[in-house]
């Protein structure tokens, strides 16, 4: 889901709550309140490290972004951000830049100045499987995203992990899939490193059905595989011409591009797809890196050596301007891809062509001369479900001398055996939802290749279960996630004009030279832009609390609130039907037979209900101040998640309380 999707989910209106009326899932409720940690699959604290920022305290800041996530540093440059989709900011302007914010504190205390002692000692050991040995040998397979997490949070528990990677370098889509300019080669070592530091024994070009099988894994004594193998292989569309020389995988022509070793390319290219690898492999398609080699230029550029950057500039202008088009199905508010992806590549000179569907790759005389499309009237039905309609009479030929394919991803099972016990299911290993144990007791796969494509972050998020549950299946054991929560008094204050803040994003390189070369495109904030960002944070974590014994109903909150969030309203608003009867009831010392007996009039009569809107509260605190009382306090909500583990057969935990 790109981060577009996720904003339009996660911005769903809430329902007020009753003031005084606690719902039986209070806790859950609290805990939803703090909307960027809740969206975040691994539930990094991102409040809780924006805060410290604004507050100028970075080392607390960095060791928050890295307790639950062992690749904070590239979550900082390249992750979707759900946390910033779900931002409660973004209700009331724009969210606040969480992703760019993680980046600036990593730069300071991450792995990529090659000192991993703070990275070691921020993670949250409290999140690992539970109990510390010498265990048994695990055997990794891919040392992408989901296969390194395994391996850390394995390791550090004890256990003895080797992870097999196909190919040279280890990383998968981070080094295969995500262009150079987006993401340092050199961050992407540096926290790879620091995960092997911890006694990660690491094997490149050793290609499961190729060097090894699952049988010789099981013969050498590896207890437990896991299988983090991910989608390596890019989809086309079968119309005529697709199998044309010239036309590519965008997946194959990414991994090309980043090992330094670029297809050859004609003058015009076209990008067929509507998101974010779309993207990213168009934007790719602009920098030709061919008079150089990997070894010689990159190392050179990611160091900012100019010497080496402007012969490498000058090379570039020299080869001609290219001419890239992006073809998808999706008109321009539809595309999965994110909008700053979308406006940086159109800066670049990158040409979209909205709501076309491939028909046919046109060759002439054995070359690829361009892609006829026609158009799309329709990506989904009445039912929301993907099913393009088109209106065949308007057809677009458009120039071109190279296609890539940018539609999606698949697998590649050809390593299986049946004598290994794993089941396939539409192209992915079938795995048990919560334990991502395979139907072969001791395989586990999870990532991609169990779930299909998301985010870096949720291949995480997958790992770090995996990783659980191999420990509870060599161990005997079950683990569980309990949650420890606490309300303490607050101190909230907000710095000057908070409220009328906007966004910055992180300043660009100009677009011409963006398009011409391999500099990173996104720059780090400046400390007093990174302090003026993160005091945009709402502070979710701190609410108004009310003490309804002490309040007098003189409505005094209800006239000061900004937002016009909190309202007394009738008591027929929120028990006829509804949750709240019973709460209300044992308030009222009546039966709930007798309220749901009484009519509109009646409730209203009987007492009222003061609400309030958490979806859109800015914390201005301005009703505590306001109440004669002291009946609304301004309170911290926190909470920490533990593993627990407890014998295979107990009964599945709930949170505590």
């Not at 639950?68 to 830049?97: M, Y």
């Not at 950057?309 to 595309?335: F, N, P, Q, T």
């Not at 990783?467 to 949650?483: A, E, P, Q």
Request: hydrophobic letters at 40%; charged letters at 25%; a neutral charge.
């Amino acid at each position: 889901m790109s981060s577009q999707a996720a904003a339009r989910q996660a911005q769903a209106p809430a329902r007020p709550a009753p003031i005084g009326l606690q719902a039986p899932d209070a806790s859950e409720y609290w805990i939803r309140m703090i909307k960027c940690r809740s969206a975040c699959p691994v539930e990094t604290d991102a409040c809780g490290y924006v805060t410290a920022i604004g507050e100028g305290r970075y080392e607390d800041a960095f060791r928050i972004a890295r307790a639950t996530n062992p690749f904070s540093s590239i979550c900082g440059r390249v992750c979707g951000a759900p946390c910033e989709a779900a931002c409660r900011r973004g209700a009331l302007d724009s969210p606040v830049a969480i992703r760019a914010l993680k980046r600036f504190v990593n730069e300071m205390y991450g792995p990529e100045g090659g000192d991993y002692r703070l990275y070691h000692e921020a993670c949250n050991e409290r999140m690992l499987p539970p109990g510390r040995g010498d265990w048994e040998r695990i055997a990794v397979i891919g040392a992408g995203v989901s296969g390194l997490t395994v391996a850390h949070d394995l390791a550090r528990v004890g256990y003895k992990v080797t992870v097999f990677e196909a190919h040279a370098e280890p990383g998968g889509m981070l080094t295969a899939g995500v262009p150079m300019f987006r993401l340092p080669r050199e961050l992407v070592r540096r926290e790879i490193e620091a995960i092997l530091s911890l006694g990660v024994d690491l094997r490149c070009n050793m290609r499961l059905g190729r060097d090894f099988s699952i049988a010789d894994l099981r013969r050498e004594g590896y207890k437990a595989i896991f299988l983090g193998i991910g989608l390596p292989k890019g989809r086309k569309l079968p119309i005529p011409g697709a199998n044309h020389d010239h036309v590519y995988d965008g997946i194959e022509f990414l991994r090309a591009f980043n090992e330094g070793k670029p297809m050859p390319l004609g003058r015009r290219v076209i990008v067929i797809g509507g998101g974010n690898v779309a993207y990213d492999v168009a934007r790719s398609a602009l920098r030709p890196i061919e008079p150089f080699t990997r070894d010689e230029a990159l190392p050179a550029i990611e160091r900012g050596e100019r010497t080496a950057l402007d012969i490498a500039l000058s090379a570039l202008r020299m080869s001609g301007d290219k001419e890239v088009h992006i073809v998808c199905l999706e008109k321009r508010d539809e595309m999965p891809a994110d909008e700053r992806e979308i406006v940086e590549g159109s800066e670049e000179g990158i040409r979209l062509h909205n709501g076309r569907g491939p028909r046919e790759v046109i060759v002439r005389n054995g070359r690829v001369a361009g892609l006829r499309a026609v158009r799309c009237v329709n990506v989904f039905d009445s039912g929301g479900r993907f099913n393009p309609q088109f209106d065949e009479s308007d057809v677009e030929d458009i120039e071109a001398d190279t296609i890539l394919f940018a539609i999606g991803q698949t697998s590649d099972l050809s390593f299986l055996d049946p004598a290994d016990g794993i089941e396939t299911n539409r192209g992915l290993i079938k795995v048990n939802p919560e334990t991502y144990q395979t139907t072969a007791p001791d395989v586990f796969a999870c990532g991609d290749i169990a779930h299909g494509p998301r985010l870096f972050i949720n291949a995480i998020a997958s790992a770090q279960i995996a990783s659980r549950s191999m420990h509870d299946f060599l161990r005997g054991t079950r683990t569980h996630i309990v949650v420890r929560k606490r309300w303490t008094p607050a101190k909230y204050s907000m710095v000057e004009g908070w409220e009328r803040m906007r966004r910055a994003d992180p300043p660009l390189v100009e677009p011409e030279r963006r398009s011409s070369s391999l500099e990173l495109t996104e720059l780090n904030y400046p400390e007093a832009e990174a302090l003026r960002q993160a005091s945009r944070c709402l502070r979710c974590n701190i609410n108004t609390v009310f003490d309804t014994a002490k309040c007098i109903a003189c409505n005094g909150c209800v006239d000061v609130c900004p937002e016009n969030l909190i309202r007394l309203v009738g008591l027929s608003r929120f028990v006829q039907g509804d949750h709240w009867e019973e709460s209300a009831a044992a308030v009222l010392g009546v039966p709930s037979a007798q309220l749901r007996a009484m009519s509109p009039e009646e409730l209203d009569a009987l007492g009222g209900v003061m609400t309030k809107d958490e979806s859109t509260c800015i914390r201005c605190s301005m009703c505590a101040s306001r109440c004669p009382t002291h009946a609304i306090t301004m309170q911290c909500f926190s909470y920490e998640r533990e593993c627990v583990s407890v014998p295979a057969e107990h009964p599945k935990l709930l949170y505590s309380r």
